[in-house]
């Protein structure tokens, strides 16, 4: 077991890193994200900020990247965020992992993926060990296959809408996007296992090889103007073609922020982060991660020029090898222990969970919802296993990557279906070696699995 905290001595350094803005237009200072991080949320979420060899820490142990910290903080205040969001009449939609938010900003909707659903219930909860914590994760998740179904590998956070825990506005993903447990969900959902009437509106996405079809571009845009007009009439609002094109054109940024971060990272002699901070940074460029596109842009804009002095002035992240083996990770809703990798000699350059959606610019000359729709059907992860395999392999090129990992959970019905022909198509068009692992059960990590993780590392 080991604890992080943020000692003071370094709380100079931190405070002259940039403030944190939000949507609503509040403003939260360096110095007020260092009292809570040191103060408020050890004693709320010690959690967080606990790890041992079964049960990994969620907060960064980089007090000397502001960004990370600041990601952190994010994490950490979700809950209560929302929770003021929805006293103030806030709206928030259930949606798909892996998908673009851009109309639901456009809409004003706060736009939760299953993850993120799950941290603003148990951000709830007070005073949870590490241990603690796992157990009511592994006691939701098991309430939540009673509701839908013990066949699904995640219950996707859906069972806090179906119990009335939290206060969802509409459910409303990306249908067919990526993940069987999503669908399980909606099944119950339109079948009426709930407890609270929640609107149902599903974005139908057309199956794989649809990408170049024009009729499949139209439907799925018309489908996007549905639903935003769903959007409308829970709202009371008017979401014009202008504001989407906006959106658009804001959530570009964000893509491409983590598009240019990760060509810096990736190109740098000594890993400027670690595993965790870096998966972190990256992923932000879908500016969905923390409910908030605005907070999450500030950070990884300043995440950006960070890590750039990092690699100009060859700093190694805290805790990483001189020299470790790089790992890319593929798959759905999982990752491995970045800790844990680290502390064995290697560490995680990439997973394409996430990254593909970011590496998806959208147009933002021309119909909103059409460039929109093109772009969402354009998605790497979505496409057949030759497409897929491909654009793996350039990104494991990119990441110079020594070994790749395809992780999927137990039940998942997509990703373990294909992951050992991507595994055998990678190895032999990348040349490195690769290992398929199924995951048992979720947040507790097995001692097989760790001991199979550490091995891996050892022969790369």
Known sequence: MFKITYQDQYRDRFLKSGPIHFSDGSVVTPGEIWEYLTTTAPRKYPYAFESNVFF?????????????????????TLSERLDKLKAGGGHVAFIQGGQAVDPYTAAGFVALRPALVGNWNRGRSNGRSVAAEELGRKTDKERGYKNISFEACNTAGYEFIHEGDLPIDVVAPFSALRCSDISYSLEAHRHGRRKTEVPLFLADYPLRHQSKKEWAVEYFAENLRKMVKQFDRISGRTTTEKELSGAIKFHNKGRLLAYELADVWWNAKLPPTNGLDRSALFTMGLLEMHGDPIATLDVLSEALELVKERVQNSVKAPGVSDDPKRLFVCGSCIHLDE????????????????WSQCCAFVEEEGDPFYNLAKATLSYSYEQSIEERVAWTVEQIRKSRTDGMVFLYNWGCNTQSAIARPIADSVKTRAGIPTMVMENELIGLKPEQQLNRVAAFIEML
């Open 339 to 354: 800790y844990y990798v680290e502390e064995n000699g290697g560490i995680v350059v990439g997973s394409d969970n996430g």
């Open 56 to 76: 990994g820490s969620t907060a960064s142990n980089d007090v000397l990247l502001p960004s990370a910290l600041k990601n952190t903080y994010l994490n950490l």
